[in-house]
Nanobody
Framework: QVQLVESGGGLVQAGGSLRLSCAAS????????MGWFRQAPGKERAFVAA????????YYADSVKGRFTISRDNDKNTVYLQMNTLKPEDTAVYYC????????????????WGQGTQVTVSS
């Protein structure tokens, strides 16, 4: 089992920045990729960004390319999501997830999920 704990959400004005963190514990040696997903009220949970744990390959949804950056610190078993130039449409609950294998951009590849952290962007 892998346990994930997110932090860093909050309220920010449009154009502002936030950094989310996700600390992994447990069977972290089995992790192939970690990702961030978000879910707005009434919408499906959607892919935001992902990073492979060993090679550091990164993947982004088109809606966040150029604004968000995913990174990892293997020593701390932590993945980060730096979010810049935030927009009201970025408002959602953001979830961290870990996958043992599969396609990093696909929700169904992920076996472990954090509890979520709220990000609210005011206009």
């Amino acid at each position: 089992q892998v346990q994930l704990v997110e932090s860093g959400g909050g309220l920010v004005q449009a154009g502002g920045s936030l950094r989310l963190s996700c600390a992994a514990s447990g069977r972290t040696f089995s992790i192939y990729a970690m990702g961030w997903f978000r879910q707005a009220p009434g919408k499906e949970r959607a892919f935001v960004a992902a990073i492979t744990w060993s090679g550091g390959s990164t993947y982004y949804a088109d809606s966040v390319k150029g604004r968000f950056t995913i990174s990892r610190d293997n020593d701390k078993n932590t993945v980060y999501l730096q979010m810049n130039t935030l927009k009201p449409e970025d408002t959602a609950v953001y979830y961290c997830a870990a996958a043992d294998l599969g396609v990093p951009t696909t929700r169904w590849s992920y076996d472990y999920w954090g509890q979520g952290t709220q990000v609210t962007v005011s206009s």
